[in-house]
Nanobody
């Protein structure tokens, strides 16, 4: 079992930045691929970014590429999402997810999820 807790959400103006963090606890963290997903009002949960357990490989949704950066610190058992140049369409609940061998952009393939953190971008 892996327990995940997100933090760092909030209200920001368009063009601003936020940094989300996800703290993991439980079994070893280093073997897990970590992902960030988001769910906007009335929308399905959508892939945002993912990072391999070593941190060597990352993958981003086209909508956030060049604006968001995912990173991880296995010693601290944390994964972060730096979000820059935020847009109103980035407004959503952001979820951290973990799995040993997910299909990176497919939410259903991740076994462990956090409770989510709200990000609201005002225009």
């Amino acid at each position: 079992q892996v327990q995940l807790v997100e933090s760092g959400g909030g209200l920001v103006q368009a063009g601003g930045s936020l940094r989300l963090s996800c703290a993991a606890s439980g079994r070893s963290f280093s073997g897990y691929t970590m992902g960030w997903f988001r769910q906007g009002p009335g929308k399905e949960r959508a892939f945002v970014a993912a990072i391999s357990w070593s941190g060597s490989f990352t993958f981003y949704a086209n909508s956030v590429k060049g604006r968001f950066t995912i990173s991880r610190d296995n010693a601290k058992m944390t994964v972060s999402l730096q979000m820059n140049s935020l847009k109103p369409e980035d407004t959503a609940v952001y979820y951290c997810a973990a799995d040993l061998s997910p299909t990176w952009a497919v939410a259903a393939t991740y076994d462990f999820w956090g409770q989510g953190t709200q990000v609201t971008v005002s225009s």
